[in-house]
């Protein structure tokens, strides 16, 4: 990260610590739901398939930008899979850099060639060894690594999403993340039940165990791009939600947060783990700030 970033969210902590400012600084934009897979814990895949045109995207990155939007994550549906005539989801990277985002990162499935230099980050979803991923997420494991390990970029996150098919498989991640060079580190989420996927949430205590797991790993070296100190509350769901912070666009419709906000009860089951270490911070948490100074200057 660069010395002038740092100061800009330096300053932007501080002031939303001290007055308790909720002006956003983390922005998603969905630039299509289309997507070439259909995972078993996915509620968010082709209901529309609509590719939001180029030039409606770039107005939702000028509009982010205005409000104060510095992070810029690209989501989907399946991002690799973007188009609109000759431009690319590289395009989309690129006009967000030159617009002024601090941070612009993307967020695949992996299953397409990761020609993406310019991204900071590529949190990339792998949901545990070949047998636990591919249960999730149909025959593409070994595509995926063959796709990492051909990368364009060393700017890489495993990004795993622990559900009651996978829980098995942190220790797995965690060593992939060790052992991939292209790859800096792995971040996790808990299972978020939206009401089609309800039975893949795991208990309290299922959850207390991943933490103890993931703590350990971290312990013993392991490149995990979370803080330690947000799980008692992300255990227990205590984390204050919606986070004020986020924000996240979807065709023109911006919403607090994630798309998800309008889910009835599903917040106080949050599993994102971004929700629960952002509210902690701006709530002015010295544990979590610590950190996260720490951790995000080592990854990004
Ligand atoms: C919706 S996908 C879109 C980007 C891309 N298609 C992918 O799979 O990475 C973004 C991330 O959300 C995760 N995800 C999907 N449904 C989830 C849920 N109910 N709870 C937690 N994470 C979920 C996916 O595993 C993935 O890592
Ligand atoms: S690849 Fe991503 S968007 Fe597509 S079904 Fe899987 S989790 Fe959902
Ligand atoms: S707090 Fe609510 S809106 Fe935010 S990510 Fe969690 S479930 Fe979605």
């Known amino acids: 990260m660069k010395l002038s970033s740092f100061f800009y969210f330096a300053r932007f902590g501080i002031s939303t610590i001290l007055f308790g400012r909720e ?15 259909s995972c078993r814990h996915c509620s968010v895949n082709n209901l529309t398939s609509v590719m939001h045109p180029y030039e409606q995207l770039q107005q939702e990155m000028q509009q982010l930008y205005g409000m104060g939007v510095r992070i810029l994550f690209f989501c989907g549906g399946e991002t690799f899979l973007w188009r609109d005539g000759e431009k690319t989801l590289r395009d989309l990277v690129v006009e967000a850099k030159r617009i002024g985002f601090l941070i612009v990162n993307t967020v695949t499935n992996g299953t397409f060639p990761l020609d993406l230099p310019e991204a900071d980050l590529i949190l990339l979803s792998l949901d545990g060894d070949r047998e636990r991923h591919n249960a999730i997420r149909g025959d593409t494991y070994d595509c995926i690594m063959e796709n990492v390990k051909n990368a364009a970029s060393d700017r890489i996150c495993f990004y795993m999403a622990i559900n009651q098919i996978n829980k098995g498989a942190i220790r797995d991640v965690c060593q992939a993340a060790r052992d991939i060079k292209q790859v800096r580190a792995v971040s996790f989420n808990f299972h978020t039940p939206y009401p089609d996927t309800q039975d893949l949430a795991l208990s309290r205590e299922e959850k207390a165990a991943c933490c103890r797991l993931i703590a350990q790993m971290m312990d013993e070296g392991a490149p995990v791009f979370n803080l330690k100190s947000a799980f008692p509350a992300l255990i227990d769901n205590t984390f204050p939600t919606p986070c004020r912070q986020c924000v996240v666009m979807e065709n023109g419709k911006l919403s607090t947060c994630g798309r998800c906000v309008e889910v009835p009860d599903l917040c106080g089951r949050c599993g994102y783990f971004f929700v629960a270490e952002y509210t902690q911070l701006f709530r002015g948490n010295i544990k979590v700030l610590c950190e996260m100074l720490k951790t995000y200057l080592k990854y990004i």
């Open 23 to 37: 002006d956003p600084i983390l922005g998603t934009i969905i630039v299509t739901d289309r997507c070439n897979l």
